[in-house]
């Protein structure tokens, strides 16, 4: 700053924010949304995932055990037309969603129709790409938590895992071995089982092979790895939110990129090499709000968590995640009373 006088900036709650959060992380979600919004001065309206309302009044207690002043922290079941009116209250400043494509672009639609504020956290297909190892079991174990957590029901998952040609084979085996060792679990419902049982389907019947373990029975899903899924096809462009992961053969550090970059989301990726400048030079080039190298696991509440493309914008957690929802107020005195 330069010129006479003073300039300060504050950050300044806005006011009303409505949270609708996913089910598959009911707790988490909701904590890492309330909660740094709360500590600069926002109040929450949070709509549970219709699945989950007793995570909801879980968390309410929780708050108000914790001392929170009545209203702070609140609960709301509404329907898809009540959260509508709520959006279009002018008491309500921002909206924040953890959700699918779907519904992220329905929200999203009516924030904007009423200029409210909104952040997206959608889905995504991210990429976990293998170019070095130092340690090839570390790289396999790697890429089975990146695909396995919650029974690979993480939008950040690494759902497509693009191996070099000379790593490919060795790795490969090594992880089909670790995934189809994973007994199977039920994924969220008969309908998500469904759902992921019909994208195998027409990834093989258009020339992928499934390595798996057994039969789907129910909602019970047992891990899977899709080979051969060729790039330019309709499954290729989706999110296989279940314990399936399809895996790519490239030649080159060129063709990695440009496989993790051909899918219209953008959340995370995953990169493993034993080159400081590859490192640095693939991690510029890939299209993601994320690039965790050579580990899993690496989120904190301190750092920004988001994505580009379809998989949203805008970020939670850490400053950046304060700063969606802050009014940053500046005062300029040029001249002092």
Not at 21 to 49: C, D, E, H, S
Request: a negative charge; charged letters at 20%.
């Amino acid at each position: 700053f330069s010129g006479p006088g003073t300039a300060i900036v504050q950050r300044r709650p806005i006011g009303i924010l409505l949270g609708i959060m996913p089910w598959n992380f009911p707790y988490y979600q909701v904590a890492r949304f309330a909660g740094p919004n709360l500590a600069l001065g926002n109040t929450i309206l949070l709509k549970p995932a219709p699945q989950c309302p007793e995570s909801g009044l879980a968390l309410q207690s929780l708050f108000d055990d914790a001392g929170f002043p009545a209203g702070t922290y609140n609960n709301i079941f509404a329907t898809n037309e009540q959260v509508e009116r709520i959006i279009a209250d002018p008491r309500v400043q921002g909206v924040s969603v953890t959700g699918s494509e779907r519904a992220g672009a329905a929200i999203a639609e009516i924030a904007g129709r009423n200029l409210k504020k909104v952040v997206l956290e959608l889905g995504g297909s991210d990429p976990f790409i293998v170019l070095g190892v130092s340690d090839m079991d570390e790289a396999v174990d790697a890429a089975f938590e990146a695909r396995m957590e919650n029974t690979g029901q993480s939008c950040n998952a690494g759902k497509r895992v693009i191996v070099l040609d000379e790593l490919y084979d060795d790795f490969v085996a090594r992880y089909t071995a670790k995934m189809l060792a994973r007994p199977a679990s039920p994924v969220s419902s008969l309908v998500a089982a469904e759902r992921l049982s019909d994208q195998v389907d027409r990834a093989v019947a258009s020339g992928a092979s499934l390595e798996t373990s057994g039969e789907r029975n129910g909602a019970w899903f047992p891990p899977g790895v899709l080979t051969g899924v060729q790039p330019g096809g309709d499954v290729f462009y989706e999110e296989f939110f279940g314990p399936v992961a399809m895996v790519f053969r490239v030649r080159d550090e060129d063709e990695a990129i440009r496989i993790a970059n051909d899918t219209p989301f953008g959340l995370g990726s995953y990169l493993f090499s034993t080159d400081p400048e590859q490192v640095k030079r693939v991690s510029e080039q890939i299209e993601a709000g994320m690039v965790y190298v050579n580990g899993f696991g690496g989120e904190g509440a301190e750092l920004p968590f988001g994505g580009v493309k379809r998989s949203g914008f805008g970020r939670e957690l850490g400053r950046h995640g304060i700063d969606e929802f802050a009014n940053k107020k500046l005062i300029r005195t040029l001249r002092q009373p």
